[in-house]
């Protein structure tokens, strides 16, 4: 029974990182003449070369504060100094560790009832902003978050001459009680995508299925 177990749970760990094609390791940055790499980080000031276009990406999550649930692993990094955000676009992975900001935002609304707001209450955010250069055209990304065996994959398509922006802004789970309503200290549950404030169609997504356990894939396209 142990050893079905344990098949299953690398199974589902399997699926996710399958969905984004990585291992799951931080790549080295590739130097600014390496004709290989499929995108490279750049500063503010810096101005893409070429048939390059810039591409930011912005990714948030808010989690319990560490210690909040007595079971949890310590290897958790839920409430941790850092969270890792993982990325793979065309193939080339890189994993950024975000530092986290404690969070606090009024658990009741001007009425005094409980508040709707997804983030209410105490918590850790980690707020992602990275500036990419890369071709213009069309590129796959694969957005995963290794500490909730989640991943979502979405085609774009960088235009020449402007900005071009792609946000991943979490969804969170539902609690039940006294009002069902999202909560960040329920985990995340998905993720939409927006590219240029247009929201996309999903070409994959994995997630850890908490009801029966396993992972449940949604395409969309």
């Not at 276009?53 to 948030?60: D, G, K, N, T």
Request: glycine residues 8%.
């Amino acid at each position: 029974m142990k050893v079905r177990i344990f098949a299953v749970l690398v199974g589902m760990l399997s699926i996710v990182l399958a969905g984004c094609g990585a291992s799951g390791v931080a790549v080295k940055q590739p130097a600014p003449g390496d004709k290989g790499a499929v995108f490279r980080e750049i500063k503010a000031d810096e101005k893409p070369a070429g048939e390059n276009a810039v591409l930011v990406i912005e990714a948030s999550i808010k989690t319990h504060q560490d210690g909040y649930y007595l079971l949890e692993s310590s290897q958790s990094r839920h409430g941790k100094e850092s969270y890792p955000f993982q990325y793979s676009i065309d193939g080339q992975t890189v994993v950024w560790d975000v530092a986290g900001v404690k969070d606090s935002q009024p658990a009741y609304d001007a009425q005094g009832k409980t508040s709707r707001n997804p983030e209410a209450r105490d918590g850790m955010k980690y707020i992602l902003e990275k500036r990419i250069t890369l071709k213009t055209g069309s590129h796959r990304i694969c957005f995963s978050l290794p500490e909730e065996a989640y991943s979502t994959t979405v085609d774009i398509r960088v235009e020449e001459g402007r900005e071009n922006r792609v946000e991943f802004k979490p969804v969170y789970r539902q609690k039940d009680f006294p009002v069902r309503i999202p909560t960040f200290l329920k985990g995340v549950e998905r993720y939409e995508v927006f590219m240029n404030g247009y929201k996309m169609s999903l070409v994959r997504e994995d997630r850890d299925g908490r009801t029966d356990g396993v992972p449940v894939v949604v395409p969309t396209a």
